[in-house]
Structures are given as structure tokens and as C-alpha cells.
């Protein structure tokens, strides 16, 4: 399989077309999250919009994320290094990190239903944050199972700096930080319509 | 011909031998990995060929099963007194049988035909059958690629259309029925289990299902465009592309922006359907009493779906222009006419579907200072479709024409294209719309325009690529027989639907028994019915010779049949994994040197004689 996309490329470009493919991926799932945001803003120019503040715990679960995609660049840095134990455990804690947002996330769900009063279902203005961050999270639960992958690469096969393993790594860490980048995105595009 | 082909092909090996790119691919003997014992050869297969057989068929497979709904829902429209009681067999509950021994179709049922009609034809068949099956043929053939950028991400795009159909098909044999809100799924019908029968479980798995479609969409089209911008052969430079692949290439844009949206559309919708949430539901009253849900907005929905609904109708009609364009410029024996203006066309219909959306919405309470803009955009696009129709006709104009059954079905397609698309003018004028809205105009509009023609253009292409997916060729004339009483026929159903619109017919009724209004229009519904009947057995006529062809055909003898210059047809009758057996040729000229220079056409792999301008 790998044989077909690396060998019938004349450096037509410098990236890999399997990089690429993300990068394509990527911009559909920005596609989904655009799609809500201008929902977001068509509801609530109709009224009926209850104001909260935005769970603080949001802010914690996103120094959570962004931690965890400074320790995957390194992480990466060190693979290249071949310093096997640094690659290794900051991989690990890059992945821990990516638990401990979704966990955040969950407590932030949990303040806009018992702080803000707003369960599912009592207004649109929270259904919504709901529902993208649930997506969101979603997301990120599917690099988490990328970044378990990589743990599995790390701890199982021999530290080995070849191509191949630099490609699924640069992979891994375009996923990520994408989703820490579409995050922060709807973290300011929040904090922006409750202004 | 055949000496002239004959001759030439020796020529294009040894020139893809002499010039030809040596990537080593078959020194790593990995080719059986592909192909090594029936599984990975006809079921799991990573071939983009065999992928593109298996979308083929599974879309004939559902094909057959939306157009015999439609019979069923043509004869309740044409013959709502006859009994349906020989039916009963077939549908069980949803014929029900009164003391005189007549059967009545229940309307529920007819709703949940008529929604999964819709459905299957516009995702299953005229999506995945049509852009699945030919961007998997063409797209590493025609760019001179090994395979897909991701052959086992190809792969799975089959799997998950696979299963998305497996999900619709059980959801028809729900005891409550499929779901039967109309294809478009509007809330609250979508939203309100209780609203009918199919908002249930029907809807539920309905949704799943078109979710996993999404991703095997998206799946294929990040492939598609990977593909196209990545593994193109030495010298095939984006001007040198053919038709086909521009439209594939830029239909795969269209659906990685448009689909997610619908997938926002349909999260929200489960949302207000199963957690209680009111993004689309509003104050909705149900036997007296007051549902818990305030303030929704329906039209939000609305929005949403025709973000992607819109682009949806030109993700089924850039394919076949694609197929048509190289049909038609192979079987004139001509160069496509204008084939810069032709790729700018299509970048700017693929643009344009982008900002008319609403137009499906004018009468939804969408502001109608803000539905100008739609009508300006819309009306737009009538530009490049209206390039597009006369380039056709102007590479048809002076051509050696050959009828064969893929250029008939090609001239069908432009003609379907022009009735459709006039209608088009009409209803994307807000005002014209306050009249036409919602009648069986809008039926034939886009039955014609988007249902005829892209089932047009993608019957040219089979027929066309027959010879390169089976190594055979279909009989020619059945072929004939039925492009005549396919053309005719789907006339004479659509053609009688605009009267039956002007006149005021609401679309989606059940029986017009009630409205003396519609009365005198009996006979014409009759007459519609049985046209239908008729188009539907002449698609017998066309699956039996696909199958008796794949077995039976007349064998192909040379490598390039129709004596075409892409390259697919430089590649071996049968060709297997990797597609050329040593080198990838490299391109020298564009895809369209028909009648040059006194040949009859020249190959993409023939380098440019001196002094010799490089097409358009």
C-alpha cells in the first residue's frame, strides 16, 4: 500500500500525499464545525437565548490540550534524537493530557448544568455549546486512539529513526494539533459571541 | 479502423517503454498481496478497479430497488382505484385488504416509497454508483497513477457504503417502516418520533446510515483529490488532464465541504429527537397538548441541508459531464470543443453551488430581499452550464459521429440536460417559485436535469468502459434498444409533469381523488404510470445485458477498442494490480488530439513532433 503513494511520486510536491490526504480530511472536519458556528450565530440572532459565562473548566481543559501538543512536538523531537526515554514518556504524557481535556470537558459540561442551570434541553444557547464540544470531543477521543497507536510504536518496537515511522509520527502530530487548533477556535468563538 | 489501432498500439507500448517512467513497481512483488485468492481479489480488494465493479453493482443493486418503489408509488398516482392486493405478497402490512378483496397501498407506506426512493437514487445510486465507480476506474487510469493515493482507505470507502446500504435495507422491513419524511428529512417530521411511523426507529436508522455514507464519501474523496494532485505520471500537468478527471477532482471538493455540513444538520436533529434539545423544533402542539420543545428554528434545518443539498445535485451531475465531455470528443472522433472554457465551467458551477442554496427555500419564510441574491447566483450558473452545453455540441458539430450506444446516450444527456436546465430558469425565480413551488414542475425539473441526465451520463460511461473493466463488450444492440426507450420514455414521463405543475399539482399527495381541480389530469397520470412501467422494463433489458455481457460479450481484442488517446487505454485488456505491466507511460500532449495532422488520434504517450503546439 505504502509502496503505490511513495514510489509513484515524482517530488511532485513536498508532502507526502498521505499527509495531504489529512490535510484534506482536516479541512472537512473544519467544514462540520463551520457548519454549527453560523447555526450558532443564525439562532441566536432569533432570540430566546439564555447568556452564561463560559465554564471555567473549559480554560483548564484547554492549557490541558495545548500542554499536550507542546509534549507531542518534543516528544517527536526526541524520537528524532533517538533519546528513547524522553520520546517515551512524553508521548505518554501528551496522551495523559489528552484524557485529563476530555475530563475537563466533562466537569465544563457539568458547570454549565448545575452553575449556569442549563441542562440539555433548557436553551439553545447551551445545547449548542453541547453539542459542539460533544463532536469536538469526539474527535479528540479519535486521536487519543491515534496517540495509543503511537504509544504502542514507542514502548513495543525497537527506537528506530526511519522514514517510514517519522511519516505515521508527523501524521500523529498533524492530527493533533489540529484538533488543539479547532479547539482554540471554538474556544475564542465563544468567548467572542458572549462578549 | 482496426489495422489503424492495431498499428498504433504497437506504438504506444514501445513508446511507454522507451519513454515511460520506471518507479520498480514490480520489483517488490507485493502485487499478490492485492490479489491473492478470492477475498482480496473480489471482496476486501485495495484495486481501485475491482472497487469500482463493486460500486458499480452494489449502485445497480439499489437502483433496481428505487426504481421499482417508484412503480409502486406511479401505480397508486396513475390507478389509485385498482386493487394492489397482488402486492400484498411483496409488502405485507402495508397492503390492506377490505371485504371486497381490494388492496389500498397504506399512505404512510407510499410516504416512506417515496422518501426512500429519493434517498436511494439521489446517495446510492447517482452518488456512490455514479462518482464511486467511475472517479475508482479513471482516476489512477487516466492520470497514470499505480492506484489510489490510499488503497486501503479506498477500500473502505466501498465497506461503509456497503454498510450504510445494509443499515437503509433492514430499516424497510422495521415493523413501524423505513423512515418517511421526505429524502430531505426536514424537522419536525425528522425530529418527532411521534410526527409518523418511519420518525421512529425508520429515521433513527436512516440517519446512521446516511452517517456512514458520509464516510465513505469522504473517505473516497480525500483519495480522489490525493490522488489527482499527487500521483500524476511525469508530463500530465493539470492542462493535460482529461475532462473526467476535472470533474471528479473538483466533485470531490464539492462533497468533502458539503457533506460534514449535512452531518451537523443530522447530529443537531438526533439531538432535538432523542436528548430534548429544540435546535429545529419550535411550539408544536400534538392531540391538544403542548410539546416540551420552544422556540427551534425549522428553517435553521433547512439551511443546513441545502448547504449541502445543493451542492449534492452538481456532486451527481459534474461526473457524467465529465464522462460525457470524453465520450462524446472519442466518438466524434474530435477534440473537445473549448477544453480550457470547459475546465473553467466546471470550477465555476463547482464555486457557484455554493452560494444558491436557499434557493430551495423561497417559500419557507426565508427574507425574499435576501432570496435576490439567490435568484442573481442562480440564475449564474445557467453561464457555465449553458458553455458546457454548446462546447458539447460544437465538438458533436462536424464530427464523425459513431452512434454507438455510449454517444447516443451522451447526445441524450446534452438533450436532458438543455429541457431540465430551462426549467431550472424558471424556478430559480423567487417569484415564478411562489407558483411552481412544490408541483410536479419542480418533479420534472429536476427528474430531467439531475435524475435523466446523470443517469445518462453514467450509462455513456459504461457502456464506454466496458471493454476496459470486463475486457468485453456490450451487446450493442440491446444497447440501442435501450437508449431509444429510455429516451422516449423518460420524456414522455417527465415531459407531461410540467403541464401537470402549471396546472397547480402538488407533489407528495397521496390520491387526487378528492380535488375536482385535478380531476381531468386521470388520464394523464395514467399515461405517466405506464411510461414508467415501460422505461423500468427496458432497465431489465439493460442489467441483463450487463450481466450476459460480462460472461457472454463480445471479447475485446485490442487495447484501445475505441481508438481513444487517454491512457487507460494503454494499459493491458485485462489489466491487474499496478495496471501497466512495466513502466507508467509519461504524457507528452493533452488528452484530446482527435483528427490532427490527418491521423485519426493521437495517444497522450506520443511525444509532440517538432515545431507541433501542445493542444487547445
Known amino acids: 500500500m505504502d509502496i503505490v503513494a511513495k514510489e509513484n511520486t515524482f517530488k511532485r510536491s513536498k508532502i507526502h500525499p498521505k499527509k495531504f490526504a489529512l490535510g484534506v480530511a482536516c479541512a472537512s472536519i473544519v467544514m462540520m464545525f463551520v457548519a454549527l458556528s453560523s447555526a450558532y450565530m443564525v439562532r441566536e440572532a432569533q432570540g430566546n437565548w439564555v447568556e452564561f459565562a463560559i465554564p471555567t473548566k473549559f480554560f483548564f481543559s484547554t492549557a490541558a490540550l495545548l500542554t499536550s501538543s507542546l509534549c507531542l512536538h518534543f516528544s517527536y523531537f526526541f524520537f528524532k534524537k533517538e533519546q528513547t526515554v524522553l520520546y517515551r514518556s512524553l508521548l505518554t504524557t501528551a496522551f495523559f493530557l489528552g484524557i485529563a481535556f476530555v475530563a475537563f470537558q466533562y466537569q465544563g459540561w457539568n458547570q454549565i448544568m448545575l452553575e449556569a442551570g442549563l441542562p440539555l434541553g433548557a436553551n439553545p444557547s447551551a445545547d449548542f455549546v453541547y453539542a459542539i464540544t460533544f463532536l469536538h470531543a469526539a474527535h479528540v477521543l479519535g486521536g487519543l486512539i491515534v496517540l495509543i497507536m503511537a504509544m504502542i510504536h514507542a514502548f513495543y518496537l525497537k527506537h528506530r529513526v526511519t522514514e517510514r515511522r517519522k511519516l505515521r509520527f508527523e501524521m500523529t502530530i498533524l492530527y493533533w494539533h489540529f484538533v488543539d487548533f479547532l479547539w482554540l477556535y471554538l474556544l475564542l468563538f465563544l468567548i467572542f459571541h458572549k462578549m | ?616
Open chain 2, 1 to 616: 479502423m482496426a489495422t489503424i489501432a492495431k498499428e498504433h498500439l504497437t506504438k504506444e507500448e514501445s513508446l511507454i517503454e522507451e519513454l515511460g517512467f520506471d518507479d520498480h513497481f514490480h520489483d517488490h512483488h507485493h502485487g499478490d498481496k492485492y490479489q491473492s485468492n478470492f477475498i482480496t481479489t473480489y471482496i476486501f480488494s485495495q484495486d481501485h478497479k475491482m472497487i469500482a465493479k463493486q460500486f458499480l453493482i452494489t449502485g445497480m443493486f439499489w437502483a433496481l430497488i428505487g426504481a421499482s418503489m417508484s412503480i409502486i408509488f406511479r401505480l397508486q398516482l396513475g390507478f389509485p382505484e385498482e386493487s394492489m392486493a397482488w402486492l400484498k405478497p411483496l409488502l405485507g402490512k402495508w397492503i390492506t385488504i377490505n371485504e371486497a378483496g381490494i388492496g389500498t397501498l397504506a399512505p404512510e407506506f407510499y410516504y416512506a416509497l417515496v422518501t426512500m426512493h429519493g434517498t436511494i437514487i439521489v446517495f446510492f445510486v447517482l452518488t456512490a454508483g455514479l462518482s464511486g465507480t467511475f472517479s475508482n476506474l479513471l482516476i489512477p487510469l487516466q492520470v497514470g497513477a499505480r492506484d489510489m493515493a490510499s488503497p486501503m482507505l479506498n477500500m473502505f470507502s466501498y465497506w461503509f457504503f456497503f454498510l450504510a446500504g445494509l443499515i437503509m435495507f433492514f430499516s424497510l422491513f422495521l415493523s413501524t417502516g423505513p423512515f418517511s419524511g421526505g429524502w430531505t428529512a426536514y424537522p419536525p417530521l425528522s425530529a418527532l418520533p411521534q410526527a409518523s411511523e418511519g420518525s421512529g426507529a425508520g429515521m433513527t436508522m436512516w440517519v446512521i446510515s446516511l452517517v456512514f455514507f458520509v464516510v465513505s464519501v469522504l473517505l473516497g474523496g480525500i483519495n480522489y483529490i490525493t490522488t489527482v494532485l499527487n500521483l500524476r505520471t511525469k508530463g500530465m500537468n493539470m492542462w493535460r488532464l482529461p475532462l473526467t478527471i476535472w470533474a471528479f477532482f473538483v466533485t470531490a471538493i464539492l462533497g468533502l465541504l458539503s457533506f460534514p455540513v449535512l452531518v451537523s444538520g443530522l447530529l443537531l436533529v438526533m439531538f432535538d429527537k432523542g436528548l430534548g434539545t429544540s435546535f429545529f423544533l419550535s411550539e408544536i402542539f400534538i392531540g391538544g397538548a403542548p410539546l416540551d420543545h420552544v422556540g427551534g428554528s425549522p428553517v435553521l434545518y433547512q439551511h443546513l441541508f441545502w448547504f449541502l443539498g445543493h451542492p449534492e445535485v452538481y456532486i451527481i451531475i459534474l461526473p457524467a459531464m465529465g464522462l460525457v465531455s470524453e465520450v462524446l470528443s472519442v466518438h466524434s472522433r474530435k477534440p473537445i470543443f473549448g477544453y480550457k472554457a470547459m475546465v473553467f465551467s466546471i470550477l465555476a458551477i463547482g464555486f457557484l453551488s455554493f452560494i444558491v442554496w436557499a434557493h430551495h427555500m423561497f417559500m419557507s419564510g426565508v427574507n425574499p430581499w435576501i432570496s435576490n441574491f439567490f435568484v442573481l447566483f442562480t440564475l449564474i450558473i445557467a453561464v457555465p452550464s449553458a458553455v458546457k452545453v454548446f462546447n458539447w455540441i460544437t465538438t458533436l458539430y462536424g464530427g464523425n459521429v459513431r452512434f454507438t450506444s455510449a454517444c447516443l446516450f451522451s447526445i441524450g444527456f446534452v438533450s436532458m440536460f438543455i429541457s431540465g436546465g430551462l426549467t431550472g430558469i424558471f424556478l430559480g425565480n423567487s417569484a415564478i417559485d411562489i407558483q411552481m413551488h412544490d408541483t410536479y414542475f419542480v418533479v420534472a425539473h429536476f427528474h430531467i436535469v439531475m435524475g435523466i441526465a446523470a443517469f445518462f451520463g453514467m450509462f455513456a460511461g459504461i457502456y464506454h468502459w466496458f471493454p476496459k473493466m470486463y475486457g468485453r463488450f456490450m451487446n450493442e444492440t440491446l444497447g440501442k434498444m435501450h437508449f431509444w426507450g429510455t429516451m422516449i420514455g423518460a420524456y414522455a414521463i417527465f415531459w407531461p409533469m410540467h403541464y401537470l405543475g402549471m396546472a397547480g399539482v402538488p407533489r407528495r399527495y397521496y390520491l387526487f381523488s378528492n380535488f375536482d381541480t385535478f380531476s381531468h389530469f386521470t388520464e394523464m397520470n395514467k399515461f405517466i404510470t405506464v411510461a414508467a412501467i415501460i422505461v423500468f422494463m427496458f432497465q431489465i433489458l439493460f442489467v441483463v445485458n450487463f450481466f450476459y455481457s460480462i460472461f457472454k460479450g463480445r471479447k475485446v481484442t485490442t487495447k484501445n477498442p475505441w481508438g481513444a488517446t487517454t491512457l487507460e487505454w494503454t494499459t493491458p485488456i485485462n489489466a491487474g494490480h499496478g495496471n501497466w505491466p512495466g513502466k507508467i507511460p509519461t504524457v507528452q500532449r493533452w488528452a484530446y488530439d482527435y483528427g490532427k495532422d490527418g491521423r485519426e488520434f493521437i495517444s497522450q504517450v506520443e511525444p509532440l513532433a517538432e515545431g507541433e503546439e501542445d493542444g487547445h
